[in-house]
C-alpha cells in the first residue's frame, strides 16, 4: 500500500474488483475524464428518453404510411368504377337500342340477305349517329351475323368485315345472349378506316377503347341475328381521370389519376419482374410496352397537369403480373412524392390490356412527420444545450485547472513551443504549471541552439554538394573538350588531304578526258577490241558523272571541315582566358552540332530554327562556358519541343526554336579595377531563346535553377542543365537569366551578358 501524487492512500489490493467482473463498456466509461463523464451520464440519459420519443414517431409515421397504402388502393376501386361507368351507361343505351323498331328491321333484312332500304338504312344511321354525339363516344356499328357492317354511325362502310379483337363472333356464340363489355386495343389502321371524330391530341398508332357488343335479336324466334358495337377511346379523353380527382378533391386528397395500356397485341409470354418487386416469373404480355393513354395531376382544385408520365414503369410490370389484384409502392411524379397503386384490366380474354393508377399525395403526412420531427429535433437540442451548460458549469469548478494543463502540455509535444500554462493559484496545480512553464523555456531555448547549429550544417552541406556536383562537371567538360580538339586535330589533317588531292585529281581526270575526246576525234573508227571494252565500261556515263563524283566529294570534305571547326570552337570549354568573342559565331557552332536533334526523322517533323541576329559587336567573355550555356538552353528548349510531341502527336503543328539577339542597356552596380563599385547603364548583348514546346508548370517555374531539380524520368536528366546556365550567366559573367513559359504555349529564356565588362567587375547585376 502506497501513496498516489494526491497525497492519499491506495486501496488495498485485496479489495480491488477481481479481474473480468468489470465489463469493457464500463471500464471505458471509467477511463474517461471527469468532465465528460457528467456529459455522457447527462446526455445519456436525456438521449434515451428522446429515442423512445423518435421511436413513437418512427411507428406513427409507418403507421401512418401504411394508412396511405391503404387509401391509395380504397381509391383505385373508386377509379376502376368510374372508368366503368362509361361501359356500363354504354351497355344500357345500346341494350335499349337492340330493341329499336328500325335497328331490329335493319337486322332481319341482313339476317335474310335482302337488301336494307336506303330510308331504313338512314334511319338507323342516324340513330347510331344520335349515340355517338350522345354519349361521345367514337363507335355505333350494326353488324351482320356474317360479321359485315350493315350500318355504320360513321363513315359508309356498309359489307365491310368488321369483328373487332374476335367479339362480334364472340357474341354470336353465346347462348344466353349476353352483353359484353371490355377494354381492348384498337389500331390505328382500324381507326383509319372508321375515321370517327377523335379527341384533341390523339395520333397514329394503337389506343385503347371500351367495348360493348350488344345482340339483337330476331323479335319471333328470338335467335341473334345482328350486334350492336359501341366504342369509346380511352385516350385523349381527360374526364374519365379528372372525375376521380375531383371526388377526391372534394375529400381534401390531392392526387394523380392514370391509364396506361399495353401497346403490344396480348400473348402470353413469360418475363422476369425483379425490379417490380415480383420474385417469381408468371405470364404478363410480350414486351412489356406500356403507353400512356391519359393522366393528369392536380396542381390546385382549378389546375391540372396533363400526360404526366410515372417516373418508374415496374409498378405496371407488376400490375400486369398480378392477374387484376392491386399492387402498391412508392414513387417521385413531378416534384411530389406519390404512394401509387396500380390494377390491371383485363381484356375479353381475360389477359391485362390496361393500367389503372391511382396516387394519393404523401405531402400531408410528410408534413406532419416533418413537424414532429422538427419538435423533437428542438427538444433534443433544448436538452443538449441545458446538459451542456451544467457540464461547463460543473467541470469549470471541478477539472478546469487540470483540463487546461493537459491540454497545453498536449501542444507542447505536439510542436507547439508556445504553450504556456496560465497560472490561476498557488496550490499543487499552480505549482505543476509554474514548473510545467519552466520546463518548456528551458526545452525551446535548447531546441533553439540545435536548431540554428543544424540549420549551418545544412548549408554547408547544401554548397559543398553544389559545388562537387559543379567541379565534376567542369571536369567532364573539360575534359571533353580536350578530346574534342585532339579529335577534331586529328580528323582535320587527313580531310585537308584529302581536300587538297581532290584539285589536284580532278585536274588530271580533265586532262584524261580531253586527251581521250581528242583520240576520238583523230581515230573515229577504234578496233573491235577497244569498242567492245568502251561498251563493257559505258566510258560515256564514266565521262559525265566522274566531274560530278568529284564535286561530291568535294562538298563532303568541305561539311566534315565545318563541323570539325565547329567542334574546335565549342572544345574551348577548358579556356579559362576572358576574351573577345564573336556571340554569333557561338551560337552557331552549337545548332551546327546539334543539327542532328534539329533534323526530321521518322517520327518526328523536325525542329525549324529561326536566327534574328542583331548588330552585336565582339563581347568579353569566358567563350567556352558561354558556350556550354547557350548549349544547355538550346538543349532544354528541344526537349520541351520533344515532350510535347510525345504527348499531343501534333504533325501539323510548325516546331521552331527562335534565336533573338541586340544590344540593351542595364542599371547594374560594376566593380571597376581602380573605382568603388558604383551603379551605371552598362550595354548588354540580350539573348532570348523561345520555343513552342511544352511549357513550364507555374508550381515548378521558381525551381528550375536549382540544382538537382528536373522533371525527367530518372537516367535522363541531372538537374544540372539549367543551374550550370545560370551560374555561368550570373555569377561568372555578371548577367542575368529569367525564364518566362506558359504551360502549353513554350518557353523563353532571355540571358543579358555585358559587353565591355572586365573579369574583375562581374560582380553581380542589380
Not at 356474317?146 to 357474341?171: H, K, M, T, W, Y
Not at 502527336?649 to 516546331?655: D, F, I, L, R, V
Request: hydrophobic share 40%; aromatic share 6%.
Amino acid at each position: 500500500m502506497g501513496q498516489n501524487y494526491l497525497g492519499l492512500r491506495d486501496a488495498p489490493r485485496d479489495k480491488e474488483a477481481p479481474r473480468g467482473q468489470v465489463r469493457q463498456w464500463l471500464k471505458w466509461f471509467y477511463n474517461l475524464p471527469i468532465r465528460q463523464k457528467q456529459i455522457v451520464a447527462l446526455l445519456g440519459s436525456e438521449m434515451l428518453s428522446l429515442a423512445l420519443a423518435g421511436a413513437g414517431a418512427w411507428l406513427i409515421g409507418h403507421s401512418l404510411q401504411g394508412q396511405l397504402v391503404n387509401q391509395a388502393k380504397s381509391e383505385l376501386g373508386v377509379t376502376q368504377i368510374s372508368y366503368n361507368i362509361k361501359i356500363d351507361q354504354m351497355g344500357f343505351g345500346f341494350r335499349g337500342q337492340s330493341d329499336n323498331v328500325a335497328i331490329i328491321a335493319a337486322a332481319v333484312a341482313a339476317a335474310e340477305n335482302v337488301t336494307v332500304p336506303v330510308s331504313l338504312r338512314e334511319e338507323v344511321r342516324q340513330i347510331l349517329r344520335n349515340e355517338i354525339r350522345a354519349r361521345q363516344i367514337e363507335y355505333a356499328t350494326l353488324v351482320g351475323k356474317d360479321l359485315r357492317i350493315v350500318v355504320s354511325g360513321n363513315g359508309d362502310r356498309v359489307g365491310e368485315l368488321f369483328n373487332p379483337s374476335g367479339l362480334v363472333a364472340q357474341v354470336f356464340n353465346l347462348d344466353n345472349g349476353e352483353q359484353i363489355k371490355t377494354s381492348e386495343i384498337v389500331t390505328g389502321a382500324e381507326l383509319q378506316q372508321e375515321s370517327p371524330p377523335l379527341p384533341p391530341g390523339v395520333g397514329q398508332g394503337n389506343h385503347l377503347i371500351r367495348y360493348t357488343v350488344t345482340p339483337v335479336k330476331h323479335p319471333e324466334t328470338k335467335d341473334i341475328i345482328a350486334a350492336l358495337v359501341s366504342g369509346d377511346l380511352v385516350n385523349g379523353k381527360t374526364p374519365i381521370v379528372e372525375r376521380t380527382l375531383k371526388t377526391f378533391q372534394e375529400n381534401g386528397s390531392s392526387g394523380y389519376s392514370a391509364i396506361y395500356f399495353l401497346d403490344e397485341s396480348p400473348e402470353a409470354a413469360s418475363f422476369p419482374l425483379e425490379d417490380a418487386g415480383i420474385d417469381t416469373r408468371i405470364v404478363a404480355p410480350q414486351g412489356q410496352k406500356f403507353k400512356l393513354a391519359i393522366s393528369q395531376q392536380d396542381q390546385n382544385q382549378e389546375e391540372y397537369l396533363v400526360n404526366i408520365p410515372l417516373s418508374d414503369e415496374g409498378i405496371l410490370a407488376a400490375a400486369a403480373a398480378a392477374g387484376g389484384h392491386p399492387v402498391t409502392g412508392r414513387q417521385e411524379i413531378g416534384n411530389d412524392s406519390y404512394t401509387v397503386a396500380a390494377k390491371a384490366l383485363l381484356n375479353y380474354q381475360g389477359l391485362p390490356v390496361a393500367i389503372l393508377v391511382r396516387g394519393t399525395s404523401e405531402i400531408g403526412i410528410q408534413l406532419l412527420m416533418q413537424d414532429t420531427w422538427r419538435k423533437l429535433l428542438g427538444s433534443a437540442v433544448v436538452v443538449v444545450a441545458l446538459d451542456l451548460v451544467l457540464a461547463a458549469f460543473l467541470g469549470r469548478v471541478i477539472v478546469a485547472p487540470m483540463q487546461q494543463l493537459k491540454e497545453k502540455a498536449r501542444q507542447f509535444a505536439a510542436g507547439d513551443r508556445a504553450a504556456r500554462v496560465s497560472v490561476l493559484a498557488r496550490d499543487e496545480v499552480g505549482q505543476l504549471a509554474a514548473t510545467f512553464n519552466q520546463m518548456a523555456d528551458s526545452i525551446v531555448a535548447s531546441e533553439t541552439a540545435a536548431t540554428e547549429q543544424r540549420q549551418k550544417l545544412q548549408d554547408t552541406l547544401d554548397r559543398l554538394t553544389e559545388t562537387q556536383a559543379q567541379l565534376i562537371h567542369a571536369e567532364k567538360m573539360s575534359s571533353l573538350g580536350q578530346l574534342v580538339a585532339g579529335v577534331a586535330h586529328e580528323i582535320n589533317n587527313p580531310v585537308n588531304f584529302i581536300s587538297g588531292n581532290i584539285n589536284h585529281a580532278q585536274q588530271y581526270t580533265e586532262d584524261i578526258l580531253n586527251l581521250l575526246r581528242l583520240y576520238q576525234a583523230s581515230y573515229p573508227e577504234p578496233t573491235p577490241e577497244i569498242a567492245a571494252e568502251a561498251e563493257s565500261i559505258d566510258l560515256d556515263f564514266i565521262g559525265s558523272d566522274l566531274p560530278h563524283l568529284l564535286n561530291s566529294m568535294r562538298s563532303g570534305t568541305e561539311r566534315i571541315r565545318k563541323i570539325v571547326n565547329s567542334l574546335r570552337n565549342f572544345s574551348r570549354l577548358d579556356e579559362s582566358d576572358f576574351k573577345k568573342v564573336n556571340l554569333h559565331e557561338g551560337i552557331d557552332n552549337s545548332l551546327k552540332l546539334l543539327e542532328n536533334r534539329l533534323q526530321p526523322q521518322a517520327n518526328f517533323p523536325g525542329i525549324f530554327v529561326v536566327k534574328e541576329y542583331g548588330n552585336i559587336p565582339e563581347l568579353y567573355c569566358y567563350p567556352g562556358q558561354l558556350n556550354q550555356a547557350i548549349m544547355n538552353i538550346i538543349n532544354n528548349a528541344i526537349d520541351a519541343i520533344h515532350d510535347d510531341f510525345i504527348h499531343n502527336s501534333k504533325y501539323e503543328k510548325k516546331y521552331q526554336i527562335n534565336i533573338i539577339t541586340k544590344i540593351v542597356y542595364l542599371h547594374m552596380k560594376i566593380h571597376n579595377l581602380n573605382e568603388r563599385a558604383k551603379k551605371r547603364d552598362v550595354s548588354c548583348a540580350l539573348i532570348r531563346i523561345v520555343d513552342n514546346g511544352l511549357g513550364i508548370k507555374e508550381e515548378i517555374k521558381s525551381r528550375i535553377f536549382d540544382p538537382f531539380f528536373t522533371t525527367k524520368p530518372v537516367g535522363k536528366g541531372t538537374g544540372l542543365g539549367l543551374s550550370i546556365a545560370h551560374s555561368i550567366v550570373v555569377k561568372q559573367h555578371g548577367g542575368e537569366l529569367i525564364c518566362l513559359s506558359e504551360p502549353g504555349q513554350g518557353t523563353e529564356f532571355v540571358m543579358k551578358i555585358p559587353i565591355n565588362a572586365e573579369p574583375a567587375a562581374l560582380k553581380s547585376a542589380s
